[in-house]
T-cell receptor, first 117, second 114 residues
Framework: DQQVKQNSPSLSVQEGRISILNCDYT??????FLWYKKYPAEGPTFLIS?????DKNEDGRFTVFLNKSAKHLSLHIVPSQPGDSAVYFC????????????????FGQGTILTVHP | EAQVTQNPRYLITVTGKKLTVTCSQN?????MSWYRQDPGLGLRQIYY???????DKGDVPEGYKVSRKEKRNFPLILESPSPNQTSLYFC?????????????FGPGTRLTVT
Protein backbone atom coordinates (compact mmCIF):
# COMPACT_ATOMS: atom_id res chain seq x y z
CA ASP A 1 0.00 0.00 0.00
CA GLN A 2 1.69 3.17 -1.25
CA GLN A 3 0.97 5.77 1.41
CA VAL A 4 2.79 8.53 -0.47
CA LYS A 5 2.21 8.82 -4.20
CA GLN A 6 3.76 10.87 -6.94
CA ASN A 7 1.56 10.15 -9.92
CA SER A 8 3.70 11.90 -12.53
CA PRO A 9 6.79 9.81 -13.34
CA SER A 10 8.29 12.66 -15.31
CA LEU A 11 7.98 16.38 -16.02
CA SER A 12 9.63 18.43 -18.74
CA VAL A 13 9.92 22.22 -18.40
CA GLN A 14 11.61 25.04 -20.25
CA GLU A 15 14.33 27.00 -18.48
CA GLY A 16 12.94 30.05 -16.70
CA ARG A 17 9.43 28.63 -16.39
CA ILE A 18 7.76 27.21 -13.32
CA SER A 19 8.07 23.53 -12.38
CA ILE A 20 5.28 22.08 -10.27
CA LEU A 21 5.74 18.66 -8.75
CA ASN A 22 2.84 17.01 -6.99
CA CYS A 23 2.49 14.51 -4.19
CA ASP A 24 -0.50 12.89 -2.49
CA TYR A 25 -0.62 10.97 0.76
CA THR A 26 -3.19 8.73 2.36
CA UNK A 27 -2.14 8.51 6.02
CA UNK A 28 -3.69 11.44 7.87
CA UNK A 29 -1.29 10.86 10.76
CA UNK A 30 1.62 12.21 8.76
CA UNK A 31 2.46 15.66 10.06
CA UNK A 32 5.80 16.53 8.50
CA PHE A 33 6.63 16.52 4.83
CA LEU A 34 9.89 16.80 2.95
CA TRP A 35 11.21 17.02 -0.57
CA TYR A 36 14.48 15.37 -1.55
CA LYS A 37 16.40 15.80 -4.76
CA LYS A 38 18.51 13.06 -6.30
CA TYR A 39 21.12 13.23 -9.03
CA PRO A 40 22.32 10.07 -10.80
CA ALA A 41 24.91 8.05 -8.87
CA GLU A 42 24.35 10.16 -5.74
CA GLY A 43 22.21 9.78 -2.65
CA PRO A 44 19.12 11.92 -2.10
CA THR A 45 19.73 15.35 -0.60
CA PHE A 46 17.28 17.34 1.46
CA LEU A 47 15.63 20.23 -0.35
CA ILE A 48 12.79 21.72 1.70
CA SER A 49 10.26 20.66 4.30
CA UNK A 50 6.98 21.73 5.85
CA UNK A 51 5.21 20.99 9.08
CA UNK A 52 1.48 20.33 9.04
CA UNK A 53 0.87 23.47 11.09
CA UNK A 54 1.82 25.50 8.02
CA ASP A 55 0.45 25.59 4.51
CA LYS A 56 3.45 27.13 2.77
CA ASN A 57 7.20 27.24 3.16
CA GLU A 58 9.65 29.10 0.93
CA ASP A 59 13.36 28.79 0.43
CA GLY A 60 14.71 30.84 -2.43
CA ARG A 61 13.38 29.47 -5.71
CA PHE A 62 11.65 26.58 -3.95
CA THR A 63 8.22 26.72 -2.33
CA VAL A 64 6.29 23.84 -0.86
CA PHE A 65 2.51 24.06 -0.45
CA LEU A 66 0.51 21.78 1.81
CA ASN A 67 -3.23 21.18 1.53
CA LYS A 68 -4.10 19.00 4.51
CA SER A 69 -7.78 18.61 3.66
CA ALA A 70 -6.85 17.24 0.24
CA LYS A 71 -3.82 15.36 1.58
CA HIS A 72 -1.78 16.96 -1.14
CA LEU A 73 1.50 18.78 -1.32
CA SER A 74 3.32 20.40 -4.18
CA LEU A 75 6.80 21.76 -4.86
CA HIS A 76 7.13 24.87 -7.01
CA ILE A 77 10.46 25.79 -8.56
CA VAL A 78 10.60 29.30 -9.98
CA PRO A 79 12.44 29.98 -12.18
CA SER A 80 13.53 26.51 -13.25
CA GLN A 81 17.16 26.02 -14.21
CA PRO A 82 18.89 23.19 -16.12
CA GLY A 83 20.76 22.28 -12.92
CA ASP A 84 17.40 21.47 -11.33
CA SER A 85 17.13 18.43 -13.61
CA ALA A 86 17.01 15.50 -11.19
CA VAL A 87 14.65 13.01 -9.56
CA TYR A 88 12.47 14.61 -6.88
CA PHE A 89 11.06 12.53 -4.05
CA CYS A 90 8.45 13.69 -1.62
CA UNK A 91 8.49 12.05 1.80
CA UNK A 92 6.25 12.07 4.83
CA UNK A 93 7.05 11.57 8.47
CA UNK A 94 5.84 12.05 12.02
CA UNK A 95 6.91 15.10 13.96
CA UNK A 96 5.68 13.81 17.31
CA UNK A 97 8.10 11.55 19.17
CA UNK A 98 7.25 7.99 20.02
CA UNK A 99 6.05 4.98 18.10
CA UNK A 100 7.98 2.66 15.86
CA UNK A 101 7.56 4.92 12.84
CA UNK A 102 9.30 7.89 14.46
CA UNK A 103 12.23 8.87 12.28
CA UNK A 104 11.11 6.87 9.27
CA UNK A 105 10.64 8.68 6.01
CA UNK A 106 7.91 7.25 3.76
CA PHE A 107 8.80 8.14 0.20
CA GLY A 108 6.84 8.55 -2.99
CA GLN A 109 7.96 6.93 -6.23
CA GLY A 110 9.79 10.00 -7.47
CA THR A 111 9.33 12.39 -10.42
CA ILE A 112 12.06 12.92 -13.00
CA LEU A 113 12.31 16.63 -13.74
CA THR A 114 14.03 17.72 -16.94
CA VAL A 115 14.64 21.43 -17.47
CA HIS A 116 15.52 22.27 -21.07
CA PRO A 117 17.80 25.24 -21.84
CA GLU B 1 33.85 16.95 5.33
CA ALA B 2 30.60 15.67 6.83
CA GLN B 3 29.53 12.59 4.97
CA VAL B 4 28.00 9.14 4.90
CA THR B 5 30.09 6.55 3.09
CA GLN B 6 29.01 3.19 1.77
CA ASN B 7 31.07 0.32 0.43
CA PRO B 8 31.02 -1.23 -2.02
CA ARG B 9 29.31 1.09 -4.49
CA TYR B 10 28.59 -1.73 -6.92
CA LEU B 11 28.33 -5.45 -6.25
CA ILE B 12 27.34 -8.42 -8.36
CA THR B 13 26.95 -11.66 -6.46
CA VAL B 14 25.27 -15.05 -6.66
CA THR B 15 22.30 -16.40 -4.77
CA GLY B 16 23.16 -17.57 -1.28
CA LYS B 17 26.59 -15.99 -0.92
CA LYS B 18 26.66 -13.92 2.26
CA LEU B 19 27.59 -10.27 1.86
CA THR B 20 27.93 -7.14 3.95
CA VAL B 21 27.45 -3.55 2.82
CA THR B 22 29.22 -1.14 5.12
CA CYS B 23 27.96 2.29 6.14
CA SER B 24 29.89 4.86 8.11
CA GLN B 25 29.15 8.45 9.14
CA ASN B 26 31.51 11.04 10.61
CA UNK B 27 28.91 13.40 12.09
CA UNK B 28 28.38 11.69 15.45
CA UNK B 29 24.77 11.03 14.48
CA UNK B 30 22.60 8.88 16.70
CA UNK B 31 19.98 7.84 14.15
CA MET B 32 20.91 5.65 11.18
CA SER B 33 18.81 3.70 8.73
CA TRP B 34 18.92 1.63 5.57
CA TYR B 35 16.62 2.09 2.58
CA ARG B 36 16.24 0.28 -0.70
CA GLN B 37 15.11 1.99 -3.87
CA ASP B 38 13.17 0.06 -6.49
CA PRO B 39 11.50 1.34 -9.67
CA GLY B 40 7.95 2.48 -9.07
CA LEU B 41 8.27 2.06 -5.30
CA GLY B 42 10.50 4.91 -4.18
CA LEU B 43 12.70 4.32 -1.15
CA ARG B 44 11.55 1.91 1.55
CA GLN B 45 13.10 1.59 4.98
CA ILE B 46 14.73 -1.76 5.79
CA TYR B 47 16.11 -1.26 9.31
CA TYR B 48 16.90 1.64 11.57
CA UNK B 49 18.94 2.30 14.68
CA UNK B 50 18.24 4.88 17.36
CA UNK B 51 21.68 4.43 18.95
CA UNK B 52 24.41 1.92 19.67
CA UNK B 53 22.96 -1.57 20.23
CA UNK B 54 19.42 -0.29 19.49
CA UNK B 55 18.05 -1.48 16.17
CA ASP B 56 14.59 -2.23 14.84
CA LYS B 57 12.78 -3.33 11.70
CA GLY B 58 11.51 -0.97 9.06
CA ASP B 59 8.99 -1.79 6.34
CA VAL B 60 10.93 -4.44 4.43
CA PRO B 61 13.32 -6.22 6.84
CA GLU B 62 12.96 -9.79 5.52
CA GLY B 63 16.29 -11.26 4.40
CA TYR B 64 18.39 -8.55 6.05
CA LYS B 65 20.29 -8.14 9.30
CA VAL B 66 21.98 -5.13 10.84
CA SER B 67 24.20 -4.36 13.79
CA ARG B 68 25.23 -1.16 15.55
CA LYS B 69 28.26 -1.88 17.70
CA GLU B 70 29.76 1.56 17.20
CA LYS B 71 27.99 4.86 16.77
CA ARG B 72 29.57 5.62 13.41
CA ASN B 73 28.99 2.27 11.68
CA PHE B 74 25.79 0.54 10.61
CA PRO B 75 26.48 -2.44 8.32
CA LEU B 76 23.75 -4.18 6.34
CA ILE B 77 24.11 -7.96 6.17
CA LEU B 78 22.50 -10.27 3.64
CA GLU B 79 23.02 -13.79 5.00
CA SER B 80 21.64 -15.56 1.92
CA PRO B 81 20.97 -13.08 -0.88
CA SER B 82 18.24 -13.80 -3.38
CA PRO B 83 17.47 -12.19 -6.77
CA ASN B 84 14.58 -10.18 -5.27
CA GLN B 85 17.17 -8.30 -3.21
CA THR B 86 18.63 -6.84 -6.38
CA SER B 87 18.20 -3.14 -5.70
CA LEU B 88 19.84 0.22 -4.98
CA TYR B 89 20.61 0.58 -1.29
CA PHE B 90 21.05 3.79 0.68
CA CYS B 91 22.30 4.34 4.18
CA UNK B 92 21.20 7.50 5.96
CA UNK B 93 22.03 9.21 9.23
CA UNK B 94 20.74 12.15 11.27
CA UNK B 95 21.39 13.75 14.61
CA UNK B 96 17.98 12.67 15.85
CA UNK B 97 15.00 10.73 14.48
CA UNK B 98 12.93 13.94 14.62
CA UNK B 99 12.10 14.75 10.99
CA UNK B 100 13.26 18.37 11.21
CA UNK B 101 16.80 17.09 11.60
CA UNK B 102 18.08 16.52 8.10
CA UNK B 103 18.80 12.95 7.11
CA UNK B 104 22.06 12.63 5.19
CA PHE B 105 22.21 9.87 2.63
CA GLY B 106 25.18 7.92 1.39
CA PRO B 107 25.92 7.63 -2.35
CA GLY B 108 24.20 4.27 -2.70
CA THR B 109 25.21 0.67 -3.32
CA ARG B 110 23.89 -1.03 -6.44
CA LEU B 111 23.50 -4.72 -5.73
CA THR B 112 22.76 -7.39 -8.32
CA VAL B 113 22.02 -10.93 -7.18
CA THR B 114 22.05 -13.56 -9.95
Amino acid sequence: DQQVKQNSPSLSVQEGRISILNCDYTNSMFDYFLWYKKYPAEGPTFLISISSIKDKNEDGRFTVFLNKSAKHLSLHIVPSQPGDSAVYFCAASFERAGGTSYGKLTFGQGTILTVHP
Amino acid sequence: EAQVTQNPRYLITVTGKKLTVTCSQNMNHEYMSWYRQDPGLGLRQIYYSMNVEVTDKGDVPEGYKVSRKEKRNFPLILESPSPNQTSLYFCASSLSPAPYYEQYFGPGTRLTVT
